[in-house]
Nanobody
């Protein structure tokens, strides 16, 4: 079992930055695939970024590539999402998730553990 708690969301102006954190408990995140997803009002939840279990290449959705960066601190057992140059279309509830599969995946149904989400609102 992995418990995930996100924090760091809030209201920011377009062009600003936020850093989301996802504190994990129950097991170490050092050898587990983790990801960030988001869900905007009226839309389906979508993959934002992922970091594989084996410290391989990270993945970012095209819509956030070059602006967002996923990382993890194994000493703190925490996943991060640094978000720069935010746009109004980044407004959503952001979720962190962990997968029991030993592979990198962008599929929502392949993530087993989810946080409660944190709201990010970007004003124009």
């Amino acid at each position: 079992q992995v418990q995930l708690v996100e924090s760091g969301g809030g209201l920011v102006q377009a062009g600003g930055s936020l850093r989301l954190s996802c504190a994990a408990s129950g097991r170490t995140i050092s050898r587990i695939t983790m990801g960030w997803f988001r869900q905007a009002p009226g839309k389906e939840r979508e993959f934002v970024a992922g970091i594989p279990w084996n410290f391989g290449t990270t993945y970012h959705a095209d819509s956030v590539k070059g602006r967002f960066t996923i990382s993890r601190d194994t000493a703190k057992n925490t996943l991060y999402l640094q978000m720069n140059s935010l746009k109004p279309e980044d407004t959503a509830v952001y979720y962190c998730a962990a997968s029991a599969l030993l592979k990198m995946t962008m599929r929502e149904d392949e993530y087993d553990y989810w946080g409660q989400g944190t709201q990010v609102t970007v004003s124009s």
